[in-house]
């Protein structure tokens, strides 16, 4: 969550690395959110680099979400540059 990830962990702690998913392909997520929906939930939580164990298609359909939440401002562009400067 944002609460976790950013404010707490990120503000409180003051913790500056780099934030990794767990597999975007687990069970969990796919069976709870869809895929036009969970790169956006990742990314705003504060998830910097969004993994995955299988699936490739699946992969790029997260990079195009994220790509039009960006062009939309759903998801904040100044928050996707420091998170590439991160990783």
Known sequence: SR???HDILRKEFGFAGVIVSDDADMEALR???ADDVTPRLLREAGVDLILFNHHPERARGFVRV???GLRSGALSQEE???SLARV
């Open 66 to 68: 994220i790509e039009e």
């Open 3 to 5: 609460t976790f990830l």
């Open 31 to 33: 069976a709870n959110y």
């Open 80 to 82: 996707e540059n420091e």
